[in-house]
Protein backbone atom coordinates (compact mmCIF):
# COMPACT_ATOMS: atom_id res chain seq x y z
CA UNK A 1 0.00 0.00 0.00
CA UNK A 2 2.81 2.39 1.34
CA UNK A 3 4.34 1.16 -2.39
CA UNK A 4 2.04 2.14 -4.38
CA UNK A 5 1.41 5.21 -3.02
CA UNK A 6 5.06 6.17 -3.61
CA UNK A 7 4.80 5.23 -7.10
CA UNK A 8 2.19 7.67 -7.51
CA UNK A 9 4.12 10.34 -6.30
CA UNK A 10 7.05 9.61 -8.08
CA UNK A 11 4.82 9.20 -11.97
CA UNK A 12 2.66 12.27 -11.04
CA UNK A 13 6.35 14.61 -10.17
CA UNK A 14 7.63 12.81 -13.61
CA UNK A 15 4.25 13.84 -15.18
CA UNK A 16 4.66 17.83 -13.90
CA UNK A 17 8.01 17.87 -14.42
CA UNK A 18 7.66 16.90 -18.15
CA UNK A 19 4.69 19.77 -18.24
CA UNK A 20 6.91 22.14 -16.76
CA UNK A 21 10.12 21.33 -19.20
CA UNK A 22 7.54 21.66 -21.98
CA UNK A 23 5.90 24.71 -21.89
CA UNK A 24 7.99 27.76 -23.47
CA UNK A 25 8.20 30.05 -20.45
CA UNK A 26 10.94 30.06 -17.82
CA UNK A 27 9.66 27.84 -14.49
CA UNK A 28 11.99 28.03 -12.00
CA UNK A 29 12.18 28.14 -8.24
CA UNK A 30 14.23 29.74 -5.39
CA UNK A 31 14.46 29.77 -1.80
CA UNK A 32 13.92 33.52 -0.11
CA UNK A 33 17.20 34.24 -0.19
CA UNK A 34 17.04 34.08 -4.33
CA UNK A 35 18.99 30.41 -4.42
CA UNK A 36 17.82 28.51 -7.39
CA UNK A 37 16.78 25.35 -6.73
CA UNK A 38 14.84 24.21 -9.96
CA UNK A 39 15.08 25.40 -13.44
CA UNK A 40 12.95 24.16 -16.32
CA UNK A 41 13.99 23.83 -20.29
CA UNK A 42 12.27 26.66 -20.84
CA UNK A 43 14.30 28.75 -18.65
CA UNK A 44 17.91 27.34 -20.08
CA UNK A 45 16.01 28.44 -23.64
CA UNK A 46 15.52 31.80 -22.27
CA UNK A 47 18.37 33.06 -20.11
CA UNK A 48 20.87 30.62 -21.89
CA UNK A 49 22.34 28.96 -18.23
CA UNK A 50 22.66 24.92 -18.48
CA UNK A 51 20.29 23.66 -15.26
CA UNK A 52 23.67 22.27 -14.13
CA UNK A 53 25.21 26.05 -14.45
CA UNK A 54 22.74 27.72 -12.23
CA UNK A 55 21.23 25.40 -9.78
CA UNK A 56 22.32 26.55 -6.28
CA UNK A 57 23.45 29.82 -7.18
CA UNK A 58 21.71 33.44 -6.53
CA UNK A 59 19.93 34.26 -9.57
CA UNK A 60 20.69 38.13 -9.00
CA UNK A 61 24.16 37.49 -9.92
CA UNK A 62 22.95 35.80 -13.06
CA UNK A 63 20.30 36.90 -14.72
CA UNK A 64 19.73 40.23 -13.45
CA UNK A 65 20.79 43.76 -15.27
CA UNK A 66 22.96 46.10 -12.67
CA UNK A 67 19.69 48.63 -13.26
CA UNK A 68 17.57 46.45 -11.96
CA UNK A 69 18.75 45.13 -9.03
CA UNK A 70 16.90 47.83 -6.86
CA UNK A 71 13.88 46.65 -8.72
CA UNK A 72 15.12 42.85 -6.81
CA UNK A 73 15.85 44.27 -3.73
CA UNK A 74 12.35 45.91 -3.25
CA UNK A 75 10.73 42.90 -4.12
CA UNK A 76 12.95 40.48 -1.89
CA UNK A 77 11.00 42.73 0.51
CA UNK A 78 7.96 42.25 -0.11
CA UNK A 79 8.48 38.49 -0.47
CA UNK A 80 9.93 38.58 3.32
CA UNK A 81 6.48 40.17 4.47
CA UNK A 82 4.51 37.42 2.57
CA UNK A 83 3.24 40.10 0.46
CA UNK A 84 1.61 39.55 -2.89
CA UNK A 85 3.75 40.22 -5.69
CA UNK A 86 1.60 41.49 -8.88
CA UNK A 87 2.82 40.25 -12.04
CA UNK A 88 5.19 42.15 -13.31
CA UNK A 89 7.81 43.39 -16.63
CA UNK A 90 11.22 43.49 -16.08
CA UNK A 91 14.14 43.17 -17.95
CA UNK A 92 17.20 40.12 -17.71
CA UNK A 93 20.01 39.36 -18.80
CA UNK A 94 21.38 36.24 -20.53
CA UNK A 95 24.16 34.25 -20.19
CA UNK A 96 25.69 35.57 -23.26
CA UNK A 97 24.68 39.07 -22.07
CA UNK A 98 21.90 39.90 -24.42
CA UNK A 99 19.43 42.31 -22.39
CA UNK A 100 16.30 40.84 -22.72
CA UNK A 101 12.84 41.58 -21.44
CA UNK A 102 10.36 39.28 -19.23
CA UNK A 103 7.03 39.47 -17.88
CA UNK A 104 7.16 37.45 -14.26
CA UNK A 105 4.63 36.13 -12.45
CA UNK A 106 5.66 34.97 -8.85
CA UNK A 107 3.67 32.53 -6.37
CA UNK A 108 5.08 31.17 -3.10
CA UNK A 109 6.05 27.56 -2.46
CA UNK A 110 5.24 26.98 1.12
CA UNK A 111 6.05 24.39 3.64
CA UNK A 112 3.12 21.85 4.84
CA UNK A 113 3.45 24.00 8.16
CA UNK A 114 2.42 27.07 4.94
CA UNK A 115 5.29 28.51 5.54
CA UNK A 116 6.69 30.07 2.69
CA UNK A 117 9.70 28.60 2.14
CA UNK A 118 10.30 29.64 -1.56
CA UNK A 119 8.78 31.11 -4.98
CA UNK A 120 7.93 29.69 -7.79
CA UNK A 121 8.63 32.00 -10.72
CA UNK A 122 7.72 32.41 -14.33
CA UNK A 123 8.74 34.54 -16.63
CA UNK A 124 7.99 34.82 -20.68
CA UNK A 125 10.45 36.18 -23.02
CA UNK A 126 8.04 39.43 -24.34
CA UNK A 127 11.73 40.88 -26.08
CA UNK A 128 10.06 40.38 -29.77
CA UNK A 129 6.79 41.98 -28.30
CA UNK A 130 8.57 44.58 -26.45
CA UNK A 131 10.60 45.48 -29.33
CA UNK A 132 7.67 45.57 -31.76
CA UNK A 133 5.94 47.67 -28.81
CA UNK A 134 9.01 50.48 -29.12
CA UNK A 135 9.13 50.36 -32.94
CA UNK A 136 5.25 50.87 -33.22
CA UNK A 137 5.50 53.58 -30.43
CA UNK A 138 8.25 55.80 -31.58
CA UNK A 139 6.58 55.08 -35.18
CA UNK A 140 3.29 56.41 -33.42
CA UNK A 141 5.74 59.69 -31.55
CA UNK A 142 7.37 59.95 -35.28
CA UNK A 143 3.58 60.03 -37.09
CA UNK A 144 2.33 62.35 -34.45
CA UNK A 145 5.24 64.68 -34.65
CA UNK A 146 4.94 64.64 -38.47
CA UNK A 147 1.25 65.57 -37.95
CA UNK A 148 1.45 68.44 -35.93
CA UNK A 149 4.37 70.28 -37.69
CA UNK A 150 2.80 69.08 -41.31
CA UNK A 151 1.99 72.43 -43.43
CA UNK A 152 -1.48 71.05 -44.25
CA UNK A 153 -4.87 71.04 -42.38
CA UNK A 154 -5.56 67.20 -40.67
CA UNK A 155 -8.34 66.54 -38.69
CA UNK A 156 -9.53 62.87 -37.85
CA UNK A 157 -13.76 62.30 -37.81
CA UNK A 158 -15.56 59.80 -36.40
CA UNK A 159 -18.50 58.16 -38.21
CA UNK A 160 -21.26 61.01 -36.98
CA UNK A 161 -18.45 63.55 -38.69
CA UNK A 162 -17.54 64.74 -35.07
CA UNK A 163 -13.26 65.67 -34.65
CA UNK A 164 -11.65 63.24 -33.01
CA UNK A 165 -8.25 65.10 -33.58
CA UNK A 166 -6.74 67.83 -35.20
CA UNK A 167 -3.36 69.07 -35.86
CA UNK A 168 -2.30 72.63 -35.38
CA UNK A 169 -2.17 73.88 -38.87
CA UNK A 170 -5.98 73.16 -39.03
CA UNK A 171 -6.34 75.38 -36.32
CA UNK A 172 -4.29 77.89 -37.64
CA UNK A 173 -7.02 77.91 -41.07
CA UNK A 174 -9.90 77.87 -39.40
CA UNK A 175 -8.49 79.67 -36.22
CA UNK A 176 -10.36 77.46 -33.62
CA UNK A 177 -8.53 76.04 -30.54
CA UNK A 178 -7.65 71.72 -30.68
CA UNK A 179 -10.00 71.80 -27.82
CA UNK A 180 -13.09 73.99 -29.67
CA UNK A 181 -12.70 71.31 -32.36
CA UNK A 182 -12.47 67.59 -29.80
CA UNK A 183 -16.33 66.13 -30.32
CA UNK A 184 -18.00 68.73 -32.18
CA UNK A 185 -19.34 68.12 -36.17
CA UNK A 186 -17.90 70.13 -39.13
CA UNK A 187 -20.94 72.14 -38.64
CA UNK A 188 -20.49 73.54 -35.34
CA UNK A 189 -16.61 73.94 -36.65
CA UNK A 190 -16.77 75.27 -39.97
CA UNK A 191 -19.07 78.11 -41.80
CA UNK A 192 -22.36 76.05 -43.03
CA UNK A 193 -21.63 76.46 -46.38
CA UNK A 194 -18.08 75.01 -46.06
CA UNK A 195 -19.03 72.17 -43.94
CA UNK A 196 -22.08 71.11 -46.42
CA UNK A 197 -19.43 71.35 -49.34
CA UNK A 198 -17.02 68.61 -47.44
CA UNK A 199 -20.24 66.69 -46.68
CA UNK A 200 -21.22 66.83 -49.75
CA UNK A 201 -18.38 65.42 -51.19
CA UNK A 202 -17.87 63.25 -48.89
CA UNK A 203 -21.72 61.69 -49.20
CA UNK A 204 -21.22 61.12 -52.91
CA UNK A 205 -17.74 59.30 -52.86
CA UNK A 206 -17.86 55.39 -51.96
CA UNK A 207 -16.38 55.24 -48.24
CA UNK A 208 -13.93 52.78 -48.37
CA UNK A 209 -11.37 54.20 -50.79
CA UNK A 210 -9.48 57.22 -50.45
CA UNK A 211 -10.37 60.38 -52.77
CA UNK A 212 -9.87 64.10 -52.96
CA UNK A 213 -12.02 67.33 -54.70
CA UNK A 214 -11.50 70.78 -54.59
CA UNK A 215 -13.84 73.22 -52.92
CA UNK A 216 -13.58 77.43 -52.55
CA UNK A 217 -15.20 78.55 -49.78
CA UNK A 218 -14.71 80.23 -46.13
CA UNK A 219 -13.26 78.02 -43.32
CA UNK A 220 -12.61 80.48 -41.03
CA UNK A 221 -15.75 82.40 -39.43
CA UNK A 222 -13.70 85.01 -38.06
CA UNK A 223 -11.53 85.83 -40.70
CA UNK A 224 -14.18 85.13 -43.74
CA UNK A 225 -11.86 84.90 -45.85
CA UNK A 226 -12.48 82.51 -48.86
CA UNK A 227 -9.68 80.40 -50.49
CA UNK A 228 -9.59 77.29 -52.34
CA UNK A 229 -9.39 73.97 -51.09
CA UNK A 230 -7.72 70.99 -51.79
CA UNK A 231 -9.18 68.41 -49.50
CA UNK A 232 -8.63 64.71 -49.51
CA UNK A 233 -10.27 62.20 -47.67
CA UNK A 234 -9.53 58.62 -46.69
CA UNK A 235 -11.11 55.84 -44.14
CA UNK A 236 -9.87 55.09 -41.15
CA UNK A 237 -10.56 53.01 -38.26
CA UNK A 238 -10.39 53.67 -34.76
CA UNK A 239 -9.71 51.30 -31.38
CA UNK A 240 -13.01 49.03 -30.57
CA UNK A 241 -13.49 48.60 -34.18
CA UNK A 242 -14.74 52.28 -34.70
CA UNK A 243 -14.89 53.50 -38.50
CA UNK A 244 -14.29 57.27 -39.26
CA UNK A 245 -12.63 59.31 -41.97
CA UNK A 246 -9.11 60.98 -42.21
CA UNK A 247 -9.33 64.71 -43.52
CA UNK A 248 -6.16 66.06 -45.25
CA UNK A 249 -7.08 70.26 -45.53
CA UNK A 250 -4.79 72.28 -48.37
CA UNK A 251 -5.26 75.87 -49.37
CA UNK A 252 -4.76 76.18 -52.92
CA UNK A 253 -5.79 79.25 -53.26
CA UNK A 254 -1.56 80.94 -54.32
CA UNK A 255 -1.72 78.09 -56.81
CA UNK A 256 -5.16 78.46 -58.37
CA UNK A 257 -4.24 82.32 -58.74
CA UNK A 258 -0.96 81.25 -60.54
CA UNK A 259 -2.95 79.15 -63.18
CA UNK A 260 -5.77 82.22 -63.40
CA UNK A 261 -2.57 84.54 -64.06
CA UNK A 262 -1.15 82.09 -66.65
CA UNK A 263 -4.13 81.91 -68.40
CA UNK A 264 -5.07 85.41 -68.36
CA UNK A 265 -1.44 85.75 -69.61
CA UNK A 266 -1.80 83.39 -72.49
CA UNK A 267 -5.28 85.17 -73.11
CA UNK A 268 -3.31 88.57 -73.25
CA UNK A 269 -0.62 87.34 -75.05
CA UNK A 270 -2.81 86.56 -77.75
CA UNK A 271 -4.23 89.76 -77.89
CA UNK A 272 -1.31 91.52 -77.63
CA UNK A 273 -0.14 89.41 -80.87
CA UNK A 274 -3.26 90.02 -82.73
CA UNK A 275 -3.87 93.44 -82.18
CA UNK A 276 -1.13 94.79 -84.30
CA UNK A 277 -1.19 91.61 -86.77
CA UNK A 278 -5.09 92.94 -87.64
CA UNK A 279 -3.65 96.94 -88.92
CA UNK A 280 -1.12 94.91 -90.82
CA UNK A 281 -3.96 92.74 -92.09
CA UNK A 282 -5.85 95.72 -92.37
CA UNK A 283 -3.88 97.91 -94.63
CA UNK A 284 -1.82 95.16 -96.31
CA UNK A 285 -5.44 94.13 -97.64
CA UNK A 286 -6.77 98.30 -98.35
CA UNK A 287 -2.94 98.43 -100.30
CA UNK A 288 -4.12 94.94 -102.07
CA UNK A 289 -7.46 95.57 -103.23
CA UNK A 290 -8.25 98.98 -103.07
CA UNK A 291 -7.32 101.91 -105.72
CA UNK A 292 -5.31 104.52 -103.69
CA UNK A 293 -3.80 107.17 -106.33
CA UNK A 294 -1.73 108.97 -104.25
CA UNK A 295 1.83 108.14 -103.22
CA UNK A 296 1.22 109.96 -99.86
CA UNK A 297 -1.22 107.89 -99.02
CA UNK A 298 -0.01 104.58 -99.86
CA UNK A 299 3.03 105.72 -97.86
CA UNK A 300 1.05 106.84 -94.98
CA UNK A 301 -0.45 103.02 -94.99
CA UNK A 302 3.28 101.18 -95.39
CA UNK A 303 4.80 103.29 -92.34
CA UNK A 304 1.63 101.99 -90.29
CA UNK A 305 2.40 98.79 -90.85
CA UNK A 306 5.76 98.99 -90.35
CA UNK A 307 5.03 100.45 -86.97
CA UNK A 308 2.52 97.64 -86.14
CA UNK A 309 5.55 95.52 -87.13
CA UNK A 310 7.79 97.07 -84.68
CA UNK A 311 5.17 97.05 -82.12
CA UNK A 312 4.51 93.40 -82.88
CA UNK A 313 8.72 93.08 -82.66
CA UNK A 314 8.67 94.48 -78.84
CA UNK A 315 5.60 92.33 -77.65
CA UNK A 316 7.69 89.16 -79.11
CA UNK A 317 10.89 90.27 -77.37
CA UNK A 318 9.17 91.10 -74.15
CA UNK A 319 8.00 87.33 -73.97
CA UNK A 320 11.28 85.90 -74.95
CA UNK A 321 13.20 88.51 -72.23
CA UNK A 322 10.58 86.91 -70.02
CA UNK A 323 11.62 83.59 -71.01
CA UNK A 324 15.27 84.72 -70.72
CA UNK A 325 15.40 85.90 -67.38
CA UNK A 326 13.27 82.99 -66.14
CA UNK A 327 16.06 80.72 -67.40
CA UNK A 328 18.89 83.01 -66.20
CA UNK A 329 19.87 83.84 -69.93
CA UNK A 330 19.49 87.54 -70.22
CA UNK A 331 22.89 88.93 -70.39
CA UNK A 332 23.86 92.78 -69.63
CA UNK A 333 25.90 94.53 -72.04
CA UNK A 334 27.61 97.84 -70.33
CA UNK A 335 28.11 101.32 -72.09
CA UNK A 336 28.89 104.28 -70.97
CA UNK A 337 26.30 106.79 -72.35
CA UNK A 338 24.24 109.84 -71.06
CA UNK A 339 21.46 109.19 -69.38
CA UNK A 340 19.51 112.55 -69.59
CA UNK A 341 20.15 112.27 -73.67
CA UNK A 342 18.51 109.08 -73.13
CA UNK A 343 15.62 110.20 -71.47
CA UNK A 344 15.19 113.40 -73.62
CA UNK A 345 15.01 110.99 -77.04
CA UNK A 346 12.61 108.20 -75.33
CA UNK A 347 10.49 111.46 -74.44
CA UNK A 348 10.43 112.76 -77.43
CA UNK A 349 9.32 110.11 -79.57
CA UNK A 350 6.22 109.91 -76.91
CA UNK A 351 4.90 113.42 -77.35
CA UNK A 352 5.33 113.54 -81.08
CA UNK A 353 2.54 110.14 -80.88
CA UNK A 354 -0.42 111.12 -82.38
CA UNK A 355 -4.01 109.74 -79.69
CA UNK A 356 -1.59 110.46 -76.19
CA UNK A 357 -3.92 112.95 -74.23
CA UNK A 358 -0.84 113.28 -71.47
CA UNK A 359 2.17 115.31 -72.52
CA UNK A 360 5.66 113.99 -70.47
CA UNK A 361 7.65 116.37 -68.80
CA UNK A 362 11.04 116.16 -67.80
CA UNK A 363 11.74 117.86 -64.47
CA UNK A 364 15.65 117.98 -63.61
CA UNK A 365 18.67 116.17 -64.60
CA UNK A 366 21.02 113.91 -63.69
CA UNK A 367 23.87 115.55 -65.57
CA UNK A 368 25.21 111.70 -65.36
CA UNK A 369 27.09 109.60 -67.89
CA UNK A 370 26.26 106.08 -66.64
CA UNK A 371 27.75 102.29 -67.30
CA UNK A 372 25.03 100.77 -68.18
CA UNK A 373 23.05 98.24 -70.87
CA UNK A 374 21.35 101.71 -72.53
CA UNK A 375 18.59 99.18 -74.15
CA UNK A 376 17.67 97.59 -71.00
CA UNK A 377 17.05 100.61 -69.55
CA UNK A 378 15.73 102.33 -72.50
CA UNK A 379 13.30 99.61 -72.23
CA UNK A 380 12.67 100.33 -68.11
CA UNK A 381 11.76 104.03 -68.98
CA UNK A 382 9.82 102.68 -71.65
CA UNK A 383 7.69 100.71 -69.55
CA UNK A 384 7.40 102.95 -66.71
CA UNK A 385 5.98 105.76 -69.26
CA UNK A 386 3.81 103.20 -71.15
CA UNK A 387 2.23 102.02 -67.62
CA UNK A 388 1.84 105.36 -66.90
CA UNK A 389 -0.25 106.69 -70.23
CA UNK A 390 -2.00 103.36 -69.68
CA UNK A 391 -3.33 103.71 -66.98
CA UNK A 392 -3.96 107.31 -66.56
CA UNK A 393 -6.42 107.86 -69.82
CA UNK A 394 -8.14 111.68 -69.78
CA UNK A 395 -4.85 113.01 -67.65
CA UNK A 396 -2.97 116.36 -69.45
CA UNK A 397 0.57 115.44 -67.97
CA UNK A 398 3.07 112.88 -66.56
CA UNK A 399 6.35 114.08 -65.26
CA UNK A 400 9.63 112.10 -65.67
CA UNK A 401 11.77 113.43 -62.30
CA UNK A 402 15.46 113.39 -62.86
CA UNK A 403 18.14 113.69 -60.10
CA UNK A 404 21.74 112.36 -59.03
CA UNK A 405 24.71 112.48 -56.69
CA UNK A 406 28.17 110.66 -56.49
CA UNK A 407 27.09 107.28 -56.54
CA UNK A 408 23.62 107.29 -57.98
CA UNK A 409 21.30 108.52 -60.77
CA UNK A 410 17.33 109.02 -59.67
CA UNK A 411 14.40 108.70 -61.99
CA UNK A 412 10.48 108.49 -61.29
CA UNK A 413 7.59 108.46 -63.64
CA UNK A 414 4.77 110.12 -62.08
CA UNK A 415 1.11 109.85 -63.75
CA UNK A 416 -2.29 111.09 -62.20
CA UNK A 417 -4.41 108.10 -63.08
CA UNK A 418 -6.10 105.34 -61.58
CA UNK A 419 -3.57 104.59 -58.96
CA UNK A 420 -2.96 101.10 -57.29
CA UNK A 421 -4.56 99.82 -53.99
CA UNK A 422 -2.08 98.75 -51.32
CA UNK A 423 -2.89 95.37 -52.00
CA UNK A 424 -2.10 95.53 -55.57
CA UNK A 425 1.06 97.43 -54.71
CA UNK A 426 2.01 94.36 -52.92
CA UNK A 427 2.58 92.00 -55.94
CA UNK A 428 2.51 94.54 -59.03
CA UNK A 429 6.31 93.35 -59.82
CA UNK A 430 5.55 89.33 -59.95
CA UNK A 431 4.99 88.26 -63.44
CA UNK A 432 1.59 88.05 -64.90
CA UNK A 433 0.44 89.79 -62.35
CA UNK A 434 -2.02 92.61 -64.30
CA UNK A 435 -3.97 94.94 -62.16
CA UNK A 436 -8.09 95.42 -62.66
CA UNK A 437 -9.10 97.70 -59.88
CA UNK A 438 -12.61 97.45 -60.92
CA UNK A 439 -14.22 94.69 -63.40
CA UNK A 440 -15.14 97.64 -65.98
CA UNK A 441 -12.16 98.59 -66.10
CA UNK A 442 -9.30 96.16 -68.00
CA UNK A 443 -6.28 97.29 -69.65
CA UNK A 444 -4.92 95.41 -72.07
CA UNK A 445 -1.72 94.20 -71.56
CA UNK A 446 0.85 91.05 -70.87
CA UNK A 447 1.87 91.78 -67.31
CA UNK A 448 5.41 90.86 -67.37
CA UNK A 449 6.53 94.82 -67.74
CA UNK A 450 7.04 95.74 -64.23
CA UNK A 451 8.29 92.22 -63.74
CA UNK A 452 11.02 92.59 -66.73
CA UNK A 453 11.76 96.33 -65.22
CA UNK A 454 12.15 94.87 -62.38
CA UNK A 455 14.46 92.44 -63.27
CA UNK A 456 16.83 94.82 -65.40
CA UNK A 457 17.06 96.91 -62.57
CA UNK A 458 18.01 94.38 -60.18
CA UNK A 459 20.69 93.34 -63.00
CA UNK A 460 21.99 96.33 -62.49
CA UNK A 461 21.99 96.66 -58.27
CA UNK A 462 19.47 99.20 -58.55
CA UNK A 463 16.48 99.51 -56.72
CA UNK A 464 12.84 99.83 -58.14
CA UNK A 465 10.08 100.92 -56.06
CA UNK A 466 6.35 102.84 -55.94
CA UNK A 467 3.79 104.92 -54.30
CA UNK A 468 0.32 105.44 -54.72
CA UNK A 469 -2.99 106.08 -53.90
CA UNK A 470 -6.00 104.92 -55.80
CA UNK A 471 -7.99 107.51 -57.86
CA UNK A 472 -4.51 109.71 -57.34
CA UNK A 473 -2.50 108.27 -59.97
CA UNK A 474 1.09 106.32 -59.38
CA UNK A 475 5.09 107.56 -58.85
CA UNK A 476 7.35 104.75 -59.83
CA UNK A 477 11.11 105.49 -58.40
CA UNK A 478 14.43 103.66 -59.98
CA UNK A 479 17.85 104.31 -58.49
CA UNK A 480 20.55 102.97 -60.33
CA UNK A 481 24.24 103.13 -59.52
CA UNK A 482 26.40 105.51 -61.87
CA UNK A 483 28.32 102.03 -62.62
CA UNK A 484 32.36 101.46 -62.33
CA UNK A 485 33.55 103.73 -64.81
CA UNK A 486 31.37 106.80 -64.50
CA UNK A 487 32.31 110.28 -65.18
CA UNK B 1 -28.88 108.57 -98.45
CA UNK B 2 -24.91 107.15 -97.04
CA UNK B 3 -25.61 104.54 -94.17
CA UNK B 4 -24.01 106.12 -90.94
CA UNK B 5 -21.11 104.13 -89.35
CA UNK B 6 -19.92 104.99 -85.70
CA UNK B 7 -16.01 103.39 -85.20
CA UNK B 8 -14.87 103.19 -81.65
CA UNK B 9 -11.51 101.82 -81.25
CA UNK B 10 -8.61 103.05 -78.86
CA UNK B 11 -6.46 101.75 -81.79
CA UNK B 12 -5.99 104.67 -84.07
CA UNK B 13 -4.36 102.87 -87.21
CA UNK B 14 -7.76 100.37 -87.07
CA UNK B 15 -9.72 103.08 -86.50
CA UNK B 16 -8.52 104.52 -89.70
CA UNK B 17 -8.25 101.75 -91.72
CA UNK B 18 -11.75 101.08 -90.65
CA UNK B 19 -12.80 104.63 -91.83
CA UNK B 20 -10.73 103.99 -95.44
CA UNK B 21 -12.88 100.60 -96.09
CA UNK B 22 -15.77 101.82 -95.30
CA UNK B 23 -15.68 105.47 -97.16
CA UNK B 24 -14.83 103.50 -100.17
CA UNK B 25 -17.96 100.92 -99.77
CA UNK B 26 -20.07 104.31 -99.30
CA UNK B 27 -20.37 105.00 -95.94
CA UNK B 28 -20.86 107.42 -93.98
CA UNK B 29 -18.24 107.00 -90.88
CA UNK B 30 -17.39 108.99 -87.60
CA UNK B 31 -14.35 107.10 -85.76
CA UNK B 32 -13.71 107.53 -82.07
CA UNK B 33 -11.17 106.62 -79.37
CA UNK B 34 -13.63 106.49 -77.20
CA UNK B 35 -16.61 108.34 -75.95
CA UNK B 36 -17.77 109.23 -72.17
CA UNK B 37 -20.95 110.13 -73.15
CA UNK B 38 -24.34 108.53 -74.81
CA UNK B 39 -25.41 111.70 -76.69
CA UNK B 40 -22.28 111.41 -78.83
CA UNK B 41 -24.18 107.97 -79.80
CA UNK B 42 -27.67 109.61 -80.11
CA UNK B 43 -26.69 113.05 -81.83
CA UNK B 44 -25.21 110.99 -84.48
CA UNK B 45 -27.76 108.29 -84.45
CA UNK B 46 -25.65 105.61 -86.74
CA UNK B 47 -27.44 102.83 -88.87
CA UNK B 48 -24.22 100.67 -86.65
CA UNK B 49 -21.73 100.97 -84.04
CA UNK B 50 -18.74 99.19 -84.33
CA UNK B 51 -17.00 98.61 -81.41
CA UNK B 52 -13.76 97.47 -79.65
CA UNK B 53 -14.72 95.37 -76.90
CA UNK B 54 -11.33 96.51 -74.36
CA UNK B 55 -10.77 99.81 -74.44
CA UNK B 56 -8.72 101.71 -71.86
CA UNK B 57 -10.34 103.72 -69.45
CA UNK B 58 -14.27 103.36 -70.63
CA UNK B 59 -14.67 100.09 -71.68
CA UNK B 60 -16.42 98.82 -74.80
CA UNK B 61 -18.92 96.78 -71.99
CA UNK B 62 -20.16 99.91 -70.43
CA UNK B 63 -20.65 101.64 -73.98
CA UNK B 64 -22.35 98.73 -75.06
CA UNK B 65 -24.31 98.78 -71.72
CA UNK B 66 -24.74 102.59 -71.89
CA UNK B 67 -26.74 102.57 -75.95
CA UNK B 68 -28.55 99.06 -74.75
CA UNK B 69 -29.89 101.07 -71.75
CA UNK B 70 -30.90 104.36 -73.79
CA UNK B 71 -33.82 104.52 -75.48
CA UNK B 72 -32.69 106.51 -78.24
CA UNK B 73 -29.45 103.97 -78.52
CA UNK B 74 -30.87 100.86 -77.62
CA UNK B 75 -32.39 99.27 -81.08
CA UNK B 76 -29.16 100.33 -82.85
CA UNK B 77 -27.02 96.92 -84.13
CA UNK B 78 -23.54 96.84 -82.59
CA UNK B 79 -20.96 95.10 -83.90
CA UNK B 80 -18.00 93.94 -81.54
CA UNK B 81 -14.65 93.51 -82.70
CA UNK B 82 -11.85 92.27 -80.26
CA UNK B 83 -8.67 90.31 -80.51
CA UNK B 84 -9.67 88.15 -77.71
CA UNK B 85 -10.29 84.78 -78.46
CA UNK B 86 -13.57 84.00 -80.32
CA UNK B 87 -15.11 81.76 -77.48
CA UNK B 88 -14.41 84.86 -74.82
CA UNK B 89 -15.93 86.98 -77.41
CA UNK B 90 -18.86 85.08 -78.51
CA UNK B 91 -19.74 85.38 -74.37
CA UNK B 92 -18.91 88.69 -73.99
CA UNK B 93 -21.47 89.64 -77.35
CA UNK B 94 -24.38 87.19 -75.60
CA UNK B 95 -23.66 89.11 -72.22
CA UNK B 96 -24.16 92.52 -73.45
CA UNK B 97 -26.99 92.20 -75.67
CA UNK B 98 -24.57 93.15 -78.56
CA UNK B 99 -25.92 92.01 -82.27
CA UNK B 100 -22.81 90.24 -83.90
CA UNK B 101 -19.28 90.01 -83.05
CA UNK B 102 -15.78 89.57 -85.35
CA UNK B 103 -12.50 88.80 -83.87
CA UNK B 104 -9.17 90.52 -84.63
CA UNK B 105 -7.50 90.69 -87.60
CA UNK B 106 -10.29 90.27 -90.22
CA UNK B 107 -10.56 90.31 -93.74
CA UNK B 108 -12.10 93.11 -95.36
CA UNK B 109 -14.66 91.22 -97.30
CA UNK B 110 -16.06 89.22 -94.07
CA UNK B 111 -16.02 92.88 -92.22
CA UNK B 112 -17.74 94.37 -95.42
CA UNK B 113 -20.37 92.04 -95.69
CA UNK B 114 -21.18 91.83 -92.21
CA UNK B 115 -21.60 95.68 -91.76
CA UNK B 116 -23.75 95.37 -95.05
CA UNK B 117 -25.46 92.79 -93.54
CA UNK B 118 -26.64 94.81 -90.13
CA UNK B 119 -27.00 98.19 -91.84
CA UNK B 120 -29.69 96.41 -94.29
Known amino acids: MRKNKKNKTSVNLQLFNSIINSVDDAVYSTDLEGRVFSWNKGAERIFKYKKSEILGTVFVDKIVPEDKKEEVLHIKSLVKAGKRVAPYETARITKNKKRIYVSVTLSYIKNKYKKNIGLLVIARDITERRTIEKERNNLLKELNQLISVAPVGIGFLDENLRFMRVNKKLTEMDGISIEGHLQKSLWEVFPRDFATKIVENIESHYQKDTYGFEINGIINKKSRQGAYWSIMCYPVEFSQGKTGIGMILQDITEQKLLEKRKDDFLSMASHELKTPVATIKAFTQILMYQKIDRIKKRRDYLNRISNQVEKLTKTVNDLLDISRIRSGKLSILKEKFSFDSLVEDIVANYNDVKGISQKINIVGHTDKSVFADRDMLQHVVNNLLNNAIRYSPGAKAIELFLDSDSYYIYFSVKDYGVGISHENQKRIFESFYRVIENDAIDYPGLGIGLYISQEIVKMHQGIISLKSELGKGSTFYVKLPIGNIAL | ?120
Do not use: W
Open chain 2, 1 to 120: MKKRIMAIDDEQDILDALEVILKASGYSVKTYNNISSIDEVSNYNPDLVILDVLLVGNSGKVICTMIRSNPKTEKIPILLLSAHPSSQLKNITKKYNATAFLPKPFDLDVLLAVVRKLTS
